[in-house]
T-cell receptor, first 111, second 112 residues
Framework: GENVEQHPSTLSVQEGDSAVIKCTYS??????FPWYKQELGKGPQLIIDIRSNVGEKKDQRIAVTLNKTAKHFSLHITETQPEDSAVYFC??????????FGTGTSLTVIP | TAGITQAPTSQILAAGRSMTLRCTQD?????MYWYRQDLGLGLRLIHYSNTAGTTGKGEVPDGYSVSRANTDDFPLTLASAVPSQTSVYFCASRRAGTGELFFGEGSRLTVL
C-alpha cells in the first residue's frame, strides 16, 4: 500500500518568513495530493491540492509543487502570518477507497 | 451550510461500555469516512462507505463497526471500548468527482 512521509514534524518561523513542508509517497498510482490545515480543536480543512499532471499550483501566499519522478511534493507558505500557525497534513490518493495522510507538521509563526 | 456534524464533541467512557459516535452531513456526498487521529500517527482510516448501503474496512477497523442506512448518516460504534481507543475521531465526506474531503469538528473520546 501507499506510504506517505512528512517532514518536519515541527516548524517555527518568524512572521514574514517562508515555511516549507515536504512529503514523499511510495505508490506511483497516487494522482491527487491535497494539503489540509488543522487549527486547534477543529477538523482539517483543505487549503490547496495538486494533481499528478501538474507540477506547481499557487493560491495567493500558498503554493504546492510536485515531483512525480522523485515522488515528493511540498507546501510553500510565503509571508507567514500568526494565523498560519496550525498543524498541516499532506495526503496522497489514487482515486481508491483510502486517502493516505502524513503524520502532520505543527507550524508556529512567531510574531 | 452545516457540512459535517459530529456528536458528541467529547465523551469519557468506561472500558467495556459501548458507544456510538454520530455523523451527519447535509451535502449529499456519497462517500463518507471515519478517521482516528493520534499524536504522531496522523489520520488513520477506520471504515468508509462509498454509497448508502455499503461499507468497507480501512486501515484500523478492529473494535469498530459502521452502518450507512441513508446518504446523510454514518454512525461509528464501539461495541466494547478499550483504553487504546482513546483518540479524536473525525468523520469526513468526499465531494463527488473530486478528492476534496470535508471534515467534521471531531469527537474526543477517552476510555478509562
Amino acid at each position: 500500500g501507499e506510504n506517505v512521509e512528512q517532514h518536519p514534524s515541527t516548524l517555527s518561523v518568524q512572521e514574514g518568513d517562508s515555511a516549507v513542508i515536504k512529503c514523499t509517497y511510495s505508490d506511483s498510482a497516487s494522482n491527487y495530493f491535497p494539503w489540509y490545515k488543522q487549527e486547534l480543536g477543529k477538523g482539517p480543512q483543505l487549503i490547496i491540492d495538486i494533481r499528478s499532471n501538474v507540477g506547481e499550483k499557487k493560491d495567493q501566499r500558498i503554493a504546492v509543487t510536485l515531483n512525480k519522478t522523485a515522488k515528493h511534493f511540498s507546501l510553500h507558505i510565503t509571508e507567514t502570518q500568526p494565523e498560519d500557525s496550525a498543524v498541516y497534513f499532506c495526503a496522497a490518493w489514487n482515486t481508491g477507497n483510502q486517502f493516505y495522510f502524513g503524520t502532520g507538521t505543527s507550524l508556529t509563526v512567531i510574531p | 451550510t452545516a457540512g459535517i456534524t459530529q456528536a458528541p464533541t467529547s465523551q469519557i467512557l468506561a472500558a467495556g461500555r459501548s458507544m456510538t459516535l454520530r455523523c451527519t452531513q447535509d451535502m449529499r456526498h456519497n462517500a463518507m469516512y471515519w478517521y482516528r487521529q493520534d499524536l504522531g500517527l496522523g489520520l488513520r482510516l477506520i471504515h468508509y462507505s462509498n454509497t448508502a448501503g455499503t461499507t468497507g474496512k480501512g486501515e484500523v477497523p478492529d473494535g469498530y463497526s459502521v452502518s450507512r442506512a441513508n446518504t446523510d448518516d454514518f454512525p461509528l460504534t464501539l461495541a466494547s471500548a478499550v483504553p487504546s481507543q482513546t483518540s479524536v475521531y473525525f468523520c469526513a465526506s468526499r465531494r463527488a468527482g473530486t478528492g476534496e474531503l470535508f471534515f467534521g469538528e471531531g469527537s474526543r473520546l477517552t476510555v478509562l
